[in-house]
Nanobody, 120 residues
Framework: VQLQASGGGLVQAGGSLRLSCAASGSITSVAAWNWYRQAPGKQRALVAHITDDVTRYADSAKGRFTISRDVTKLKVYLQMNNLKPEDTAVYYC????????????????WGQGTQVTVSS
């Protein structure tokens, strides 16, 4: 299974970016999609999470970021508006998928990360 993230870049404060992440390989469904970010010198932190029933955001993302998904195309998106310099980080997508050996167990796959830089 491979996850390919894209859409990062350099943007001025107040601007917007849309991140995308596509899953490919031996995967037929995703139970949960996640976006994480890791700023220099900091731990990786959850930004947004989406399942069939739940959508959750970190407090820092509420009201500015929107996570969405295309179930049939195994893709997830993160629309980021009103970006701030403190949003600067490498953003990672992660997919939780049912194990082929035991569907009750979820296996997490990570994308390679995409850099988001917000200038002031």
């Amino acid at each position: 299974v491979q996850l390919q993230a894209s859409g990062g870049g350099l943007v001025q404060a107040g601007g917007s970016l849309r991140l995308s992440c596509a899953a490919s390989g031996s995967i037929t469904s995703v139970a949960a999609w996640n976006w994480y970010r890791q700023a220099p010198g900091k731990q990786r932190a959850l930004v947004a999470h989406i399942t069939d029933d739940v959508t959750r955001y970190a407090d820092s993302a509420k009201g500015r970021f929107t996570i969405s998904r295309d179930v049939t195309k195994l893709k997830v998106y993160l629309q980021m508006n009103n970006l701030k310099p403190e949003d600067t980080a490498v953003y990672y997508c992660a997919a939780d998928t049912p194990s082929s050996n035991n569907p009750a167990v979820l296996v997490r796959y990570w994308g390679q990360g995409t850099q988001v830089t917000v200038s002031s």
